[in-house]
């Protein structure tokens, strides 16, 4: 059976915890910070998320090797 390629936009947009959960940094913190947020928010999106749902499923079909040990 051939490699699998893996999705090089997907590889610099998400990382695989020690517990295999998909880390990824959260939208809304590149402009317009100064009105229409508050502080609290900003200070959320800074946190990475932890996706869940089935858009696990579809990561992790994009990186094949993510979890593979001997890296």
């Not at 915890?17 to 900003?42: C, D, F, P, S, V």
């Not at 800074?46 to 992790?60: E, M, W």
């Given at each position: ?39 609290k928010r900003k200070r959320q999106l800074r946190q990475a998320g932890i ?21």
């Amino acid at each position: 059976m051939p490699k699998l390629k893996t999705n090089r936009a997907a590889a610099k947009r998400f990382k695989i915890t020690k517990k295999g959960k998909i880390k990824y940094k959260k939208a809304g913190l590149r402009h317009l910070l100064t009105t229409g947020k508050t502080k609290k928010r900003k200070r959320q999106l800074r946190q990475a998320g932890i996706l869940s749902g089935p858009d696990v499923k579809k990561v992790k079909r994009l990186l094949p090797y993510a979890g593979v040990a001997g890296k």
